[in-house]
């Protein structure tokens, strides 16, 4: 097929523009985005730490939390990195395959933290929709088989996208209006026929995200059923509204940042666009541990443990 040899590329590497807007104030704006992903990494490297020694943390809930907590680490590296840099020199020039390397860690983690928070709904479901039979059906063999699942099924998904975008021509211009190596934002480099790969994208985001979106809503609408049908009253009625509130946030927050990505025009929004896809990548991941511990007594408990003695012992 004409045009769609590796070694009919002829772009060498990626000019990504970042904030030009924000050249003028780039050292407060560094600043800013390196303190952000310093506690972003404090914070979900904690969370790990916490499920991995914590004896309070050993319930299925946590297992899917620390590995959330993972995807969110994976996340913010694939990018910030290198936005720091294109903060600094205002504009940076990033080498084809490293682009392609981060458009396709970004992707992949996008995917499996959808995987992930359908898992934890799950978790919620059975836990209060079907509490007599939670310890029976949510085994450690079915949590770690949802969460093996998660990771390898959504970087194989990616792969099929990596592949044809790979096989696509790029002979200029090289420009990228982002702050990062989106597949999105290469597509509209490419000046081969993106058809194949456009198709491929929309059809991929139907088991990716569509699906987990709505068995998502589906859950909580049997969850908040089984909530509201509860007494006030009743042993653990706040702890587990307290808890699937906790997730209801990560998982709008998640899923109407994504929404607003992919489905706002590209053209014409480049900024807006930059702006949501920032939140995303760098404020997001931050929020995720605050929230699940802002009112988890069994997270705040063992912190204040774990830092006690030092992490050195299961706590």
């Given at each position: 097929?004409?045009?769609?040899?590796?070694?009919?590329?002829?772009?060498?590497?990626?000019?990504?523009?970042?904030?030009?807007?924000?050249?003028?104030?780039?050292?407060?704006?560094?600043?800013?985005?390196?303190?952000?992903?310093?506690?972003?990494?404090?914070?979900?490297?904690?969370?790990?730490?916490?499920?991995?020694?914590?004896?309070?943390?050993?319930?299925?809930?946590?297992?899917?939390?620390?590995?959330?907590?993972?995807?969110?680490?994976?996340?913010?590296?694939?990018?910030?990195?290198?936005?720091?840099?294109?903060?600094?020199?205002?504009?940076?020039?990033?080498?084809?395959?490293?682009?392609?390397?981060?458009?396709?860690?970004?992707?992949?983690?996008?995917?499996?933290?959808?995987?992930?928070?359908?898992?934890?709904?799950?978790?919620?479901?059975?836990?209060?929709?079907?509490?007599?039979?939670?310890?029976?059906?949510?085994?450690?063999?079915?949590?770690?088989?949802?969460?093996?699942?998660?990771?390898?099924?959504?970087?194989?998904?990616?792969?099929?996208?990596?592949?044809?975008?790979?096989?696509?021509?790029?002979?200029?211009?090289?420009?990228?209006?982002?702050?990062?190596?989106?597949?999105?934002?290469?597509?509209?480099?490419?000046?081969?026929?993106?058809?194949?790969?456009?198709?491929?994208m929309i059809v991929l985001s139907?088991?990716?995200?569509?699906?987990?979106?709505?068995?998502?809503?589906?859950?909580?609408?049997?969850?908040?059923?089984?909530?509201?049908?509860?007494?006030?009253?009743?042993?653990?009625?706040?702890?587990?509204?307290?808890?699937?509130?906790?997730?209801?946030?990560?998982?709008?927050?998640?899923?109407?940042?994504?929404?607003?990505?992919?489905?706002?025009?590209?053209?014409?929004?480049?900024?807006?666009?930059?702006?949501?896809?920032?939140?995303?990548?760098?404020?997001?991941?931050?929020?995720?541990?605050?929230?699940?511990?802002?009112?988890?007594?069994?997270?705040?408990?063992?912190?204040v443990i774990y830092l006690m003695?030092?992490?050195?012992?299961?706590?």
């Open positions: 097929m004409e045009g769609h040899q590796l070694n009919s590329t002829t772009v060498t590497e990626f000019l990504v523009l970042g904030f030009p807007e924000l050249n003028d104030y780039k050292l407060t704006f560094f600043s800013i985005i390196l303190l952000l992903y310093s506690m972003t990494i404090c914070e979900n490297l904690l969370i790990i730490s916490l499920v991995s020694t914590s004896q309070r943390l050993q319930s299925p809930m946590y297992f899917f939390l620390g590995h959330l907590a993972l995807s969110d680490i994976i996340l913010v590296t694939s990018v910030v990195p290198t936005l720091l840099d294109i903060i600094l020199r205002e504009g940076s020039t990033i080498p084809f395959v490293w682009c392609f390397v981060q458009s396709y860690l970004y992707g992949a983690v996008v995917s499996a933290e959808c995987f992930l928070l359908t898992a934890m709904s799950y978790d919620r479901y059975l836990a209060i929709c079907r509490p007599l039979h939670y310890v029976s059906i949510m085994s450690v063999k079915l949590r770690y088989g949802l969460v093996i699942s998660s990771w390898v099924f959504s970087y194989l998904f990616i792969l099929i996208t990596l592949v044809l975008i790979c096989y696509l021509r790029f002979c200029g211009p090289n420009v990228v209006d982002h702050f990062f190596c989106d597949s999105t934002s290469l597509l509209e480099l490419s000046c081969s026929d993106t058809t194949i790969v456009d198709i491929e139907f088991p990716i995200v569509l699906l987990p979106f709505v068995y998502v809503i589906i859950s909580y609408v049997f969850i908040f059923i089984t909530i509201f049908g509860m007494s006030s009253s009743s042993s653990g009625w706040k702890k587990t509204f307290s808890t699937c509130t906790s997730h209801l946030v990560v998982v709008s927050i998640y899923y109407g940042s994504i929404l607003i990505i992919y489905m706002v025009p590209y053209k014409g929004h480049s900024v807006t666009i930059k702006f949501i896809s920032l939140f995303y990548i760098v404020i997001t991941p931050l929020l995720n541990p605050m929230i699940y511990s802002l009112r988890n007594k069994d997270i705040q408990s063992s912190v003695v030092g992490g050195k012992r299961r706590v």
